[in-house]
């Protein structure tokens, strides 16, 4: 093969292919030029262009020295977008930019291919990077790339070299795809590796002021798929996901609680006790949950304030969870005097509201009263719920809000009531996460998206000993709680809100759902389901050992097959028949075989009155072909030959020597 022609390697590769390995290495750096530092993309777009107009004006190989300084330069600069070049983002950017430089030195055919080698470190630094099902399309062409390059650079025409890289893509499908499902899994994906919250891309934010929800929900950004156990349906209205607990207020801004707040409050028993299982990306940690998290947390899972609950150690990349949940809108807590005065804490400013509060609690015999009052005065009072409010800042921005413009968004109206309730002596807290989320009829999941988020109240009623959910902006707007941001927002609000309903949008939700399933998170558990499923009572060594061996030998077997019809191929199936049969007739020790032709073995037969039609049709058959300006096809050749050898052992014990 030419592949192995040291000769060969080390002439330069026509332009032509060279051309093809920098496209391939293009497309190889897309994912990273996105997900790394524009400095670091713009670096590697200008070096592409720079190899690509050498190579056009006949320049093969740069000197050392500038490639020394380059590399210097990259690292420099690499260093000084991500502050190292070592770890995940600084080693991928580094090294990005040194296999661009490798193409500035290779000037033979082996050069080249050790530049494809380096490549596919670059395709493997994407998928660590991104698991998005883009990535997996973006994967397919990627790799058949590769080996098309390879290929070319041994000397294939472009057709052929393409004929080869997919069929290797074909032909190691079926094995890579039993290596997949049926190699142990580990309990978590090697490309989940700890996050580093100063880079990761949060959501929900451990802040908020009015517009921080608003700016949220215009975004489409996906946050997770959800599955119910045993065909669950939940209403819209049920779907409260608990995220962040906030409850320092300085007057504009509320923070979220930090960890040395201790809160005892647990989930009630309930009836309304459901199963679900949640595809998500950690938000620095964050994980929103359903209501109020029932029995035990799965590992590296741990419950926090107020029953919301944080990875223990966050972790980039899709987490799988399996979680229960306690339906309802009350959560107990006996919560201490320094606890109730925490919860009504309340700074400066403000004081209309503050007097509206301590009206509507001076006509109140009971805090229910008084919740109920409060919410019939955003009824009353012609509130709008909008995403685009009038501006309400300074100490005295809930008064604005209040009594002027009484137009806002979620977060306006959580705060407001949480300061009236505060101003009454009822402790109260702010809670952001996200209400509902869109149900796929196709795939049969729930899927959350930033349109999704939401903030709403607790307030704690002492009598009861626990936490009240209460949502005001579902009294000013039933639709958001029952149908969705997309239908309680006015007609000329509706664009601002991504738009997921479409045909193609819900068929990428559904091949991204499936991609989550069963390849990102393909982890243990998922392991165990797939072979309880098809009936082999989950995974483990027996069974392992049981569907290992016939997997593996059901995926080679297209591998093998490809080997043989190779080895048959370059076999001459007829010269190596006609040499049985002189072999058979003339004996294996005649020293004049070598020289004998057809014609002349058929007419040594008949004048050794050995009259055989059979052998004589063989012979004749043969000269045709052999004189013919084409071979007969293979299948021809091989059929030939076997009644050439089934012939020629008739002749073993009666040769003519």
């Known amino acids: 093969m030419l592949i192995a022609n040291p000769s060969f390697l080390q002439q330069p590769p026509p332009r032509a292919a060279a051309f093809v390995v920098l496209a391939a290495l293009l497309w190889a750096a897309l994912p990273l030029a996105v997900a ?18 050498l190579l056009k004006a006949g320049i093969g190989r740069v000197p050392k020295a500038v490639l020394l300084l380059l590399a210097s330069a990259a690292g420099l600069l690499v ?19 040194l296999v661009m430089l490798k193409a500035f030195e290779s000037s033979s055919r082996r050069d080249w291919q050790v530049l494809l080698l380096a490549m596919l470190f670059l395709i493997g630094s994407s998928v660590l990077l991104d698991q998005s099902l883009l990535i997996g399309i973006w994967l397919l062409p990627a790799l058949p790339a590769v080996s098309l390059c390879f290929a070319v650079l041994c000397g294939l025409g472009g057709r052929e070299a393409f004929k080869r890289s997919v069929q290797a893509l074909l032909l190691t499908l079926p094995l890579t795809m039993v290596m997949f499902v049926a190699v142990p899994r580990l309990s978590e994906p090697l490309w989940r590796i700890p996050q580093q919250a100063q880079q990761a891309e949060t959501g929900l934010s451990e802040t908020m002021e009015p517009g921080s929800i608003s700016n949220l929900v215009q975004s489409g950004r996906w946050v997770a798929n959800i599955t119910f156990s045993d065909g669950f349906k939940p209403q819209r209205s049920d779907l409260y996901w608990r995220a962040v607990i906030m409850g320092e207020f300085d ?40 209501d109020y998290p029932a029995a035990e947390l799965p590992a590296g899972v741990e419950k926090r304030l107020g029953q919301t609950i944080r990875a223990s150690r966050s972790r980039e990349g899709l987490r799988r969870l399996s979680l229960q949940a306690s339906l309802g809108d009350t959560l107990p807590h006996a919560l201490d005097a320094l606890g109730q005065n925490f919860y009504t804490r309340l700074p400066n400013g403000n004081p209309q509201t503050r007097r509206l509060a301590e009206t509507l609690a001076q006509q109140s015999a009971t805090p229910g009263q008084f919740i109920g009052k409060v919410l019939e005065h955003y009824r009353r009072h012609s509130f709008t719920y909008t995403l685009q409010p009038p501006p309400t800042r300074g100490q005295n921005g809930i008064d604005g809000f209040m009594f002027h413009t009484r137009r806002g968004f979620c977060e306006h109206y959580a705060q407001s009531f949480v300061v009236m309730m505060r101003a009454a002596g009822l402790p109260a807290r702010v809670v952001t996460g996200y209400l509902g989320a869109d149900y796929n009829e196709q795939a049969g999941f729930w899927q959350i998206r930033a349109k999704d988020a939401h903030v709403w109240a607790e307030v704690w009623l002492p009598h009861e000993q626990v936490w009240l959910r209460v949502d005001p902006t579902a009294v000013v707007s039933a639709a958001r709680a029952e149908s969705g941001i997309g239908q309680a927002l006015a007609a000329n609000e509706r664009t601002m809100v991504a738009d ?58 297209p591998l093998v097959r490809w080997w043989l019809s190779g080895r048959n191929r370059e076999r001459d199936f007829l010269n190596e028949g006609f040499t049985l049969l002189k072999s058979a007739v003339l004996g294996e020790d005649d020293e004049t075989a070598a020289a004998v032709s057809a014609g002349e073995l058929d ?15 063989l012979l004749q058959q043969y000269e045709h072909w052999l004189y013919a300006a084409e071979r007969p096809p293979l299948c021809t050749q091989k059929h030939w030959f076997a009644a050439a050898r089934k012939t020629a052992q008739r002749y073993r014990n009666n040769h003519l020597g």
């Open 36 to 53: 790394l530092p524009s400095a670091v993309t713009a670096v590697f777009g200008g070096l592409w262009l720079l190899r690509l107009a």
């Open 79 to 97: 260093w000084q977008q991500l502050g190292t070049v070592v770890g995940r983002e600084g080693g991928v950017a580094f090294l990005l930019l």
């Open 251 to 290: 007057g504009t801004r509320w923070q979220a609680l930090n960890g040395n707040h201790i809160d005892e409050a647990r989930s009630a028993p309930s009836e309304r006790t459901v199963a679900y299982q949640m595809i998500i990306r950690d938000q620095n940690g964050v994980l929103p949950a359903l």
């Open 500 to 557: 997921n309903s479409g045909l193609l949008a819900r068929w990428r939700d559904t091949g991204q759902f499936y991609w989550q399933q069963w390849v990102v998170n393909y982890d243990q558990t998922k392991q165990n389901s797939l072979f309880a499923r098809i009936g082999l009572g989950g995974f483990n060594w027996q069974t392992l050992l049981l569907v290992l061996p016939i997997a593996l030998a059901a995926a080679l077997l």
């Open 603 to 617: 007419n040594l037969l008949r004048s050794n009155g050995m009259t055989d039609p059979a052998l004589s049709h």
